[in-house]
């Protein structure tokens, strides 16, 4: 009798910091406005047009060709940029008062090399973590570092090289590089 008095507490001390497992999180930054580049698809919709409405690629030159209104400049413009742009050409000549709204149908791909399953150039979903590339890469080889990976971005006309956690998001166009641990 006297040890199930002292016996309960005891166990119910014990269980009770098992349930207090905590949740780490954390807020992790992400890109405010997407900027286009090479290998990007755009839905364009021109409201009352179902001829120009269609998806059209950003190409290596970094521009759409849009039908009626030629080349538009889309590399290191945002959405809401190239649908100004694309409203104002259509407006000076072909239409009046146009509709115009541009979304982002398909992100240029990412590329991934070095501790992983299988390397290669994969396609980007909007918000991906440098853990999800891994994920989608076949995961990581015996002998990766577990805790970082080096991405290398362009930013204007150079590359830069950031080393990065695993939680931290990627950008469409990235190449993410999982070094090898040496102990």
Request: aromatic letters at 8%.
């Given at each position: 009798?006297?040890?199930?008095?002292?016996?309960?507490?005891?166990?119910?001390?014990v269980l009770s910091g098992c349930a207090m497992n905590k949740v780490a999180?954390?807020?992790?930054?992400?890109?405010?406005?997407?900027?286009?580049?090479?290998?990007?698809?755009?839905?364009?919709?021109?409201?009352?047009?179902?001829?120009?409405?269609?998806?059209?690629?950003?190409?290596?030159?970094?521009?759409?060709?849009?039908?009626?209104?030629?080349?538009?400049?889309?590399?290191?413009?945002?959405?809401?940029?190239?649908?100004?742009?694309?409203?104002?050409?259509?407006?000076?000549?072909?239409?009046?008062?146009?509709?115009?709204?541009?979304?982002?149908?398909?992100?240029?791909?990412?590329?991934?090399?070095?501790?992983?399953?299988?390397?290669?150039?994969?396609?980007?979903?909007?918000?991906?973590?440098?853990?999800?590339?891994?994920?989608?890469?076949?995961?990581?080889?015996?002998?990766?570092?577990?805790?970082?990976?080096?991405?290398?971005?362009?930013?204007?006309?150079?590359?830069?090289?950031?080393?990065?956690?695993?939680?931290?998001?990627?950008?469409?166009?990235?190449?993410?590089?999982?070094?090898?641990?040496?102990?």
């Amino acid at each position: 009798m006297r040890w199930s008095v002292l016996l309960i507490p005891l166990l119910v001390l014990v269980l009770s910091g098992c349930a207090m497992n905590k949740v780490a999180a954390y807020k992790v930054d992400t890109a405010r406005d997407y900027t286009l580049d090479t290998g990007d698809i755009v839905r364009v919709t021109v409201y009352g047009d179902e001829t120009l409405t269609n998806t059209y690629t950003v190409t290596d030159k970094g521009t759409v060709a849009f039908p009626l209104i030629g080349q538009v400049g889309a590399r290191g413009q945002t959405i809401t940029t190239l649908e100004r742009m694309i409203t104002e050409r259509l407006a000076a000549g072909y239409m009046i008062s146009p509709k115009v709204s541009v979304e982002v149908s398909t992100y240029r791909p990412f590329f991934i090399e070095g501790a992983v399953a299988t390397a290669g150039q994969y396609a980007y979903v909007y918000g991906m973590s440098a853990r999800a590339a891994i994920a989608t890469a076949g995961g990581l080889t015996e002998f990766a570092d577990r805790s970082r990976v080096n991405v290398y971005r362009r930013v204007g006309k150079s590359m830069t090289k950031l080393t990065i956690g695993l939680d931290q998001p990627i950008l469409p166009g990235d190449t993410v590089v999982v070094l090898e641990r040496w102990l």
